[in-house]
């Protein structure tokens, strides 16, 4: 049987060692930590929680319930430490950090078919004929490794920051104020345009360029690439740059005229159901108080309701879409997995139940076995299909939500008007899925 090699002692890296060795495997568990820290971690520790202590919502038929349900039923080693040494906290599952941390690295030295390696990986054997390897480094992946990484995937394949341009509620979108077209009227009318006239203008300019950044930490301090460049860091160049950049006007008339509006922001459909746009080119760095207050000065936003707003931050992670397979493999080099948020998943819980579903199939490919992908109607099979099927060009990292899970068909969902009655169906469905696929399994035999 082929051996395993993780590295990452984080959350995802430790999650794929249990499994693994669970499974029969002989595992190396790689962590460079105390040699060499990341600028977030504090510890040396296992399964360190960065910053906050919640494993987010345990509210049933929610999706973060979803996805942690599915967890527990295939035996997730973290989040039973996790649920053992739960704090309270309302409908969230927040935890003990010191203590799941101890938890974890008990675990871990008790399973003796993991062996803890301190050091800093730095090169990758995509060629090796009895190693498998699970690269689970996370957002804060040492440099050279990152390097090692660009070198088998290519120097374009690895983005260093996430940059998220504001969601907006398309229902709460005030539709007399803004219209429908593309550019010069080609191709279909897809985007919603937002359009200013001068003095509308200049009282948003005024407002953006006053806004409260968040406060970058030492090692955040943002080397801004010129292609993500947040808006109000464009705005402060000057007072017409964003006028011929992402709210250039030209070739959005208004319908029926031939007059121009002064600046337009355009409003890009998010998901299939329409029911959500984000603001193009409107990526940013400001308070979320204040970009309330000023993304509704765009005339059609007076009353939106945001659904997530702008953010710029570290992290490393890879276009899954186009170097992945649902097994979490390399396509190029089918030996190397990639698990947690360096694959493009965001959050604790989401990094935990991708290192569950990449031990498992290591394990499988180790032992000869070819893994089935974890089904779609799941949460986990959601959140796979996201990463490797978004559109690659605009893939950034995700959460579980609903949005990613497979909606129910037309003729139920015309039927079931409540949303919440929808949610539990969607959950039933999932939790049902999943079972079939673990109990089908050769792992379970
Ligand atoms: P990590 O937990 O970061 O684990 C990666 C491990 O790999 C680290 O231990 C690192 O030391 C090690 N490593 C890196 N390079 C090498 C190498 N070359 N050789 C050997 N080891 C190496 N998510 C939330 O849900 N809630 C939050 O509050 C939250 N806050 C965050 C705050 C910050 C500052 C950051 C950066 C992220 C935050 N996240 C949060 C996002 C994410 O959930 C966490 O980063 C999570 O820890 C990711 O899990 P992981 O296993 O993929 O990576």
Redesign the pocket.
Known sequence: MKKIKV???????PEAALQAARFGCEVTL????PN??????QTSD???????N???SESENTAPWLLKQEMRIAGSALLKEADACAVPAGHALAVDRVEFSRRVAERIAAEPRITVVR????SLDENSEDTLTIL???????P??AAELQRLTGADQLAFYDSIAPVVDASTINMDRVYFKARWDKGSADYINCPFTKEEYDVFYDALVAAHEVEA?EW?KLDYFEGCLPIEEIARRGRDTLRFGCMKPVGLRYPGTEITPYAVVQLRQENLRADSYNLVGFQNHIKFGDQQRILRLIPGLENATFLRYGQI???TYINSPTLLNEQLQLRQHPNIFI????SGV???????A??MLAGRFAASVARGETPEPAPRLSAHGSLVHYITHAEAKRFQPA?VTFDLLLPLEEELRKKIRDKKERHRLQCERGLNAWREWLDSSPLSA
């Open positions: 590295i990452g002692g984080g959350l995802a890296g790689h962590e460079m930590r060499r820290s990341t600028e977030a971690h296992f399964a360190e929680l960065v910053c906050s919640s494993l987010k050091e800093e990986v730095t689970a480094t996370g957002p804060l992946t040492s050279a490794l930490k955040e931050h570290r992290n698990a947690g948020q360096l965001e959050g604790y819980t989401e990094s935990i991708g290192g959460n």
